[in-house]
């Protein structure tokens, strides 16, 4: 079988299921489960994280960024200045220059402002970033998010933390046809079907955070997403059949005794 390279711009990864660093209950737990995820890269809200304070932990101290992408993001930003100068920062903290744009519209939905997106996708872009680019499901967006220098689109299944799984199928596998860059599902994942699903759709990847920090047991539901969205890419790739309103045996009728 022809490997099945999953490359964001000019990096290889072999897992194609990212992790979030948030709502753990602690940094070693977040660590574990990671693990267990077998992900490649983790998400770091820029704006949360501790970088002053030596007395209390870190959380490189528990996710080794030499062997782990570390995936700096804007989480928490309410405008483009607030995300360029977050990004920025991460770029003098830590060379990052890939990196997770989100510019949110309100606290309460937590959607996507798109018009403040768009435009902090475009200065980032011609300022060297190489801007992952979370957005609403809207394919015309995509677009236009594609053609001012995003190297991956990340649309949301749903509201940020809400659990609620794929809303539109119909406007994620327009935007899957008319984009070669990375397509990854990012917010809105509940359980690992909604992975599988993603996958089936024919995403690229899917971020979970909620979904595991939050679960009963998140070293199993870890586990649990990295299998689904495995099983997701396989059943993808191997072509599904066609769907039938009517049965069809699973034998011939040839050769009945």
Sequence with gaps: MKKDNFYISSKKFNSRLIVGTGKYKNFLEC?????????DIVTV??????ISDKKKPILMDYIDPKKITYL??????FSSDEALRTLRLAREIGGWKLVKLEVLGDKKSLLPDM????K?????????????VYCNDDPLMAKRLEN????????LA????????????????????????????????????DATIAMELGCDGVLVNTAIAQAKKPLEMAIAMKYAVIAGRKSYLSGRIKKSLMGFASTTKKGII
């Design 31 to 39: 660590s574990k489960a990671v693990k267990a995820s077998g992900a």
């Design 45 to 50: 809200a820029v704006r949360r994280v501790n």
């Design 72 to 77: 700096p993001n804007t989480a928490g930003c």
């Design 115 to 118: 018009i403040e997106t768009l």
């Design 120 to 132: 902090s996708t475009e200065v980032l872009s011609k300022e060297g970033f190489e801007v992952m």
């Design 148 to 155: 001012v220098g995003a190297v991956a689109i990340m649309p």
């Design 158 to 193: 749903a509201p940020i933390g809400s659990g609620l799984g794929i809303q539109n199928y119909t406007n994620i596998k327009i935007i899957r046809n008319q984009t070669k860059l990375p397509l990854i599902i990012d917010a809105g994942i509940g359980e690992a079907s």
